[in-house]
Structure formats: structure tokens, C-alpha cells
């Protein structure tokens, strides 16, 4: 059996940090629109709740289906048991609290952005002046920002577990799955990663004949 740590979607998911800086980015450019129209605490505090609580919440009450990418997730039934160990180590009280560690984290960092914000407003000219578009599109650009780091810190958490731990845990059941977590997106018999892992397969396959041919002749 191939490590866990091979798992496709697990580094699909850590590779999610890249757009994280676009996120925040969006987030600056946003911010930097119009006027303040509320005093700096109530401006700060919308954009938070909005991009920390729903995230926040579901990853304590019912944490992200890690087997789902671009609006589509793979059937419970169809994990295999390294799969359903994985799930094991997404729902635990650590998680729970890297997830509260980072949602203040990122906190700290809207803060700056927004202390930024206005030696960027010529940047945002060309976008129309409303302060309330702004402040509704910086609070969705930082609720992706929260997704983008919320799932790979997750993710980490995965991949630092040694081996012996993992083998040790009993995988999730069926009905678990579906109780405890959050699965979003169309639920389909396979993604993406899962065929490239049979592309490969076959590719090393098609190669073992190659080698035996000179001992044929």
C-alpha cells in the first residue's frame, strides 16, 4: 500500500496557498474603495465576521469534506480505508484549535491590510466609488482567503502524522462521514487526481515490457 502522504487531493489542497496572496490582494484593492462610511471598528468587524465566522464555524461543528475540488466531491462509499483514516484526522480537538489560531491570525492580517488600504485607493479609480460594494467584496475576497489557508493548515496536519499513528487509527465510517462533515459539490465515483494515479499506473506497466525484450531476443 502507496504512503498516505501520496494522496493526490492532500496536495492539491496544500497547493491551494498560492492563491491566497491574490486573495488578500483582492481584499487590499476593495478596502481601498470609497469613503469610510462606518467608524474603523464596525468596518473591521464586518468584513472579519464575514469572512471568519461561517468558516470558523463549520470547520468546529463540521469540517471541510477534504475529497471535493472544484464543485465536485467523491461518493463516501467509494473511499478506501486510507482515505476514511485521513477524515480521522481532519475532526479532532487539534484541528479545531489550528483553525481558531488561524482565523486570529488572519485577523491581525486584515488589520493591516486595512491600515494600508488607502496608499492604494488610485489603484481602485477605475472601479465605481461604493464603499458599501467595497466593503461586501473585501469581505468575500476574505472569506476565500480564510478557505485558501483554513484547508491546507489542515491538510499539514495530516501530513506531519507519523506512521505508526496512522496505522494505529481505525478509518471513519460510512455513516460518520456523512454525519460529520461538510461535503459540498456534485458527488461523483471519481475526481481527477484519482485517474492521473491511473495514468501513471499504466504508464509504468507499459514500460515493464519494454525491459524484458532484449531477453526475449
Given at each position: ?30 478596502l ?60 479532532t ?46 469581505s ?10 483554513q484547508i ?59 525491459k ?6
Amino acid at each position: 500500500m502507496s504512503s498516505f502522504r501520496s494522496e493526490p487531493i492532500l496536495w492539491i489542497h496544500v497547493a491551494g496557498l498560492a492563491t491566497l496572496p491574490i486573495s488578500l490582494l483582492l481584499c487590499l484593492l476593495f478596502l481601498s474603495i470609497g469613503e469610510p462610511l462606518l467608524p474603523v471598528w464596525m468596518e473591521l468587524f464586518l468584513v472579519a465576521a464575514i469572512g471568519v465566522i461561517p468558516l470558523l464555524w463549520m470547520q468546529f461543528r463540521r469540517p471541510f469534506y477534504i475529497f471535493a475540488i472544484l464543485g465536485v466531491a467523491l461518493k463516501p462509499e467509494n473511499l478506501t480505508e486510507q482515505q476514511r483514516k485521513i477524515l480521522c484526522l481532519i475532526n479532532t480537538n487539534l484541528n479545531r484549535v489550528l483553525a481558531l489560531a488561524t482565523a486570529i491570525l488572519l485577523v491581525g492580517v486584515l488589520w493591516q491590510i486595512y491600515q494600508v488600504a488607502p496608499l492604494v485607493s488610485n489603484v481602485a479609480r477605475f472601479l465605481p466609488q461604493w464603499r458599501s460594494a467595497g466593503l461586501l467584496l473585501a469581505s468575500l475576497a476574505f472569506l476565500a482567503s480564510n478557505l485558501f489557508l483554513q484547508i491546507p493548515v489542515s491538510i499539514v496536519r495530516v501530513l506531519v502524522t507519523n506512521d505508526t499513528e496512522f496505522a494505529a487509527i481505525e478509518p471513519l465510517p460510512l455513516e460518520k462521514i456523512k454525519q460529520d462533515f461538510t461535503i459540498l459539490g456534485v458527488r461523483v465515483n471519481q475526481i481527477v487526481p484519482q485517474l492521473v494515479q491511473s495514468l501513471l499506473g499504466m504508464n509504468k506497466d507499459s514500460q515493464e515490457p519494454l525491459k524484458s525484450d532484449p531477453e526475449q531476443h
